[in-house]
């Protein structure tokens, strides 16, 4: 059966919110820089991710959060990850060529869809994931877990 | 920096109030579909209904969703109305619902008492209830 741990997903969109506010209070292009990395490898499964780390020797040993773990599939949240990265990293370069309109703007389109997610469920990658999967492009290979609703 | 911490605290609070406009605006749509929705023809009047949209590629209706709403039915004995939104786009448009799974609480005289966009978990739902 495949699985995903939904504390897990949402503790890095709470750390992602958290972190990318604070960057934009900061006005810190390294902390955006920063996020987009730990989004990258949490894209790729690594298990030195920053947001994997956080969550098991933190967030679980500490008690702050329960796993709940549910059948899904993991590939589309890696995937909307892996948007994220690619949302601040290009956010990072724009703002270190003193874009900062732009590169903010990035940020806060992360900050929005991470939000969406956290609070309503709505995870825009995912949606983007399934809707390739539906137009068969390569690579895109997991359809949405059949049964009942 | 200051500034700063100001735009981002008014562009939360933004994002906060038009959440709960929105909210509001589905409340009151909802409210003037009870009498008249075809969803609702069959409810039973004067017991509370929970009005449950969800899709096949809803992965927390079905393991978390579902299984709370089937609880609630057997304990408190609420109406439930589950509407597959990709079966029934119609009705999801009518009622302004944009992700799944989506409850609407809505008591014994027909006015709506909460919307829960995400999961809803049992004592958030009781209480919404208990409330009407």
Not at chain 1, 67 to 81: G, K, L, S, V
Not at chain 1, 84 to 109: E, M, P, Q, R, S
Not at chain 2, 92 to 121: E, K, Y
Request: charge should be positive.
């Amino acid at each position: 059966m495949r699985q995903v741990d939904q504390s897990g997903l949402k503790t890095g969109q709470a750390l992602t919110i958290l972190i990318l506010i604070v960057a934009f209070i900061l006005n810190s292009p390294i902390l955006v820089a920063f996020v987009g990395v730990a989004q990258l490898l949490g894209a790729f499964d690594v298990t030195f991710a920053p947001y994997r780390l956080f969550y098991k020797q933190v967030a679980r040993r500490f008690g702050l959060v329960k796993p709940n773990i549910i059948q899904d599939n993991p590939e589309p949240h890696r995937f909307a990850m892996l948007v994220g990265a690619i949302f601040n990293g290009v956010g990072t370069l724009v703002l270190l060529l003193n874009a900062a309109t732009v590169g903010w703007a990035l940020v806060w389109i992360v900050i929005v869809l991470a939000n969406l997610n956290f609070w309503l469920n709505f995870c825009a990658g995912c949606w983007m994931y399934y809707q390739f999967n539906r137009l068969g492009i390569p690579g895109f290979t997991h359809a949405p877990i059949q049964g009942g609703v | 920096m200051i500034e700063r911490l100001l735009i981002a605290a008014v562009l939360l609070i933004v994002g906060f109030v038009i959440y709960r406009l929105w909210i509001a605006r589905q409340k009151g749509i909802v409210n003037a579909l009870v009498c008249i929705d075809p969803l609702l023809c069959d409810i039973k009047p004067g017991i509370p209904v929970i009005v449950y949209f969800t899709t096949p590629m809803c992965i927390p209706c079905r393991t978390q969703q579902a299984p709370t709403l089937e609880r609630l039915r057997n304990e408190v004995g609420v109406q439930i109305v589950k509407v597959d939104a990709t079966e029934n786009p119609s009705a999801a448009d009518r009622w302004g619902v944009f992700s799944a799974p989506t409850t609407f609480v809505i008591d014994g005289q027909g006015t709506t008492r909460a919307v829960n966009h995400g999961v809803a978990d049992f004592n958030t739902l009781r209480m919404q209830l208990q409330g009407s």
